[in-house]
């Protein structure tokens, strides 16, 4: 069992837009960034998102994060056929001295 | 652009030490805010970080873990390593070497920013 939850899966059709939300506690999202990684099959994470709400360099407009408290989530509107993936967040955890990471959800673009 | 390549067996028997090697090129191992982490991912489970080290050997390790893993760098050939020991089935995975940056300033910002990858290693007898 991971320590941040993510759901396992999402879903949505080109062109709409999804949200996946990361759920942690006072010693990771709560003291600090989260970060955002996509992971397509068979091919290493790409850092999508970081500092919270930071897209990386060369990363599309239609992806953005944001993080309140102990949450965060990552919006990707306007969906298309290559955003089909696992998503993953991640955040230091002052109480293991270590990374943490979600569990991933996986989202299909139908 | 910095490349990180993952190199060692992909096949284990139990008990034996996983061992594995990342090297960098087209950039320096030795820099200030830079850790070099491992993070794995079993078949159909998700990433799991197993640990970080910075070019003096300074080391962050993942808790769960901790009593078999042992990182180490070598500045001279922009190599880092990490031995794990008593390996089973459930070591199997694929491992990935990543740039980790990590700085401290009022928060802890972390982001393994540049991947390796990644190396499948099967623990089977």
């Known amino acids: 069992q991971s320590v941040l939850t993510q759901p396992p899966s999402a879903s949505g059709t080109p062109g709409q837009g999804v949200t996946i939300s990361c759920s942690g506690g006072r010693y990771n999202l709560g003291s600090n960034y989260v970060y955002w990684y996509q992971k397509l099959p068979g091919t290493a994470p790409k850092l999508l998102i970081q500092r919270n709400d930071q897209p990386r360099s060369g990363v599309p407009d239609r992806f953005s994060g944001s993080k309140s408290g102990t949450s965060a989530s990552l919006a990707i509107s306007g969906l298309r056929s290559e955003d089909e993936a696992e998503y993953y967040c991640?955040?230091?955890?002052?109480?293991?001295?270590?990374?943490?990471f979600g569990g991933g959800t996986k989202l299909t673009v139908l | 652009q910095l490349q990180l390549q993952e190199s060692g067996p992909g096949l284990l028997r139990p008990s034996e030490t996983l061992s594995l090697t990342c090297t960098v090129s087209a950039g320096s191992i030795s820099g200030d805010s830079y850790y070099w982490g491992w993070i794995r991912q079993p078949p159909g489970k998700g990433l799991e970080w197993i640990g970080s080290i910075d070019y003096h050997g300074n080391t962050y390790y993942n808790s769960s873990l901790r009593s078999r893993v042992t990182m180490s760098v070598d500045t001279s050939q922009n190599q880092y390593s990490v031995k794990l020991k008593s390996v089973t089935a459930a070591d199997t995975a694929v491992y990935y070497c990543?740039?980790?940056?990590?700085?401290?300033?009022?928060?802890?910002?972390?982001?393994?920013?540049?991947w390796g990858q990644g190396t499948m290693v099967t623990v089977s007898s």
């Open positions: 990543a740039r980790h940056f990590l700085r401290h300033s009022g928060y802890y910002e972390d982001a393994f920013d540049i």
């Open positions: 991640a955040a230091w955890d002052d109480s293991v001295s270590g990374v943490v």
